[in-house]
T-cell receptor, first 111, second 113 residues
Framework: RKEVEQDPGPFNVPEGATVAFNCTYSNSASQSFFWYRQDCRKEPKLLMSVYSSGNEDGRFTAQLNRASQYISLLIRDSKLSDSATYLCVVNGGTGGFKTIFGAGTRLFVKA | NAGVTQTPKFQVLKTGQSMTLQCAQDMNHNSMYWYRQDPGMGLRLIYYSASEGTTDKGEVPNGYNVSRLNKREFSLRLESAAPSQTSVYFC????????????FGPGTRLTVT
């Protein structure tokens, strides 16, 4: 079993749609969680951190469920510019330098 | 403010050749990382440097060496390139211990023939 698993997609949605991605992780000692966005042939960039209480940034909402060991990202009112690959990132456990990236979920938003 | 810079952007090597990938950051970050990214797989950590003067192996260190030249610079060396090292290499830095967010360079696309 991979340490961080994501549905690879692709998700094809129309503009204005709401789309949700899930990510599961295997290490119950993981300490911090992030969603990164990666555009085609570009570097990953931080989209948002994921906090235990859940957090929202504009159209984006992230949730963490420690008991079930999954993280989610909800995008409301999708824009064409949201088309990208979304990477789930889990960090921590012992030592603090164990950063595991999921393989990513591809999103295509169409007009 | 350049952030994290990497050179070169593209490189083609023949099997057995050596090369060094350069990385520099201007954010005064303590920690720096080298990853490789292959199709269908997440980024995999090759080596990291928690602070100036220290380096440690990550998940896939075989065939690579690193040098933390100073606080700004962290280089990755392939001593004898193999086709299995064809990949996109990203350097990243973070301001604290590994649980902090990481900032990435633009990547180096390496092909080994």
């Amino acid at each position: 079993r991979k340490e961080v698993e994501q549905d690879p997609g692709p998700f094809n949605v129309p503009e204005g749609a709401t789309v949700a991605f899930n990510c599961t992780y295997s290490n119950s000692a993981s300490q911090s969680f992030f969603w990164y966005r990666q555009d085609c042939r570009k570097e990953p960039k931080l989209l948002m951190s994921v906090y235990s209480s859940g957090n929202e940034d504009g159209r984006f909402t992230a949730q963490l469920n420690r008991a079930s060991q999954y993280i989610s990202l909800l995008i409301r009112d999708s824009k064409l510019s949201d088309s990208a690959t979304y990477l789930c990132v889990v960090n921590g456990g012992t030592g603090g330098f164990k950063t595991i990236f999921g393989a990513g979920t591809r999103l295509f938003v169409k007009a | 403010n350049a952030g994290v810079t990497q050179t070169p952007k593209f490189q083609v090597l023949k099997t057995g050749q050596s090369m060094t990938l350069q990385c520099a950051q201007d954010m005064n970050h303590n920690s720096m990382y080298w990853y490789r990214q292959d199709p269908g797989m997440g980024l995999r950590l090759i080596y990291y440097s928690a602070s100036e003067g220290t380096t440690d192996k990550g998940e896939v260190p075989n065939g690579y060496n690193v040098s933390r030249l100073n606080k700004r610079e962290f280089s990755l060396r392939l001593e004898s390139a193999a086709p299995s090292q064809t990949s996109v290499y990203f350097c990243a830095s973070s301001g604290g211990q590994g649980a902090r967010e990481q900032y990435f360079g633009p990547g180096t696309r390496l092909t080994v023939t």
